[in-house]
């Protein structure tokens, strides 16, 4: 199993934190990243309904037990976006998401 990159700060007990990474991951696989900066990151997804619902359900249940990051999902122009925001001492987190 990989490392978790969960914060100290989290609230999701631990036995469910390897299911979320997974989650995660899932989203990830086909997402195109983009850094405009350290605490932002822009994962361009596919764009379909499906995945916008995904998108949308994980960020909500993590902004519950990591209340820290922003979601931002835009749907516009046939694309689908979801950016990731948290503030400057939490960059690290981002830093992990990112590099998975």
């Known amino acids: 199993m990989s490392e978790i990159w969960a914060p100290e700060a ?3 007990p631990t036995a469910e934190r390897p299911f979320r990474q997974a989650e995660f991951d899932e989203l990830l696989a086909t997402a195109v990243r983009h850094r405009p900066e350290r605490t932002r990151l822009v994962l361009d997804l596919e764009p379909r309904p499906e995945v916008a619902a995904r998108a949308a ?3 909500v249940r993590e902004t ?16 689908l976006s979801l950016a990731i925001s948290v503030p400057d001492a939490q960059a690290e987190v981002l830093d992990a998401l990112a590099a998975r």
């Not at 519950?64 to 694309?79: I, N, Q, R, W």
């Open 57 to 59: 359900d994980l960020a």
């Open 64 to 79: 519950g037990c990591c209340s820290f990051f922003t979601f931002e999902l835009t749907a516009t122009g046939g694309g």
């Open 10 to 12: 989290c609230t999701l």
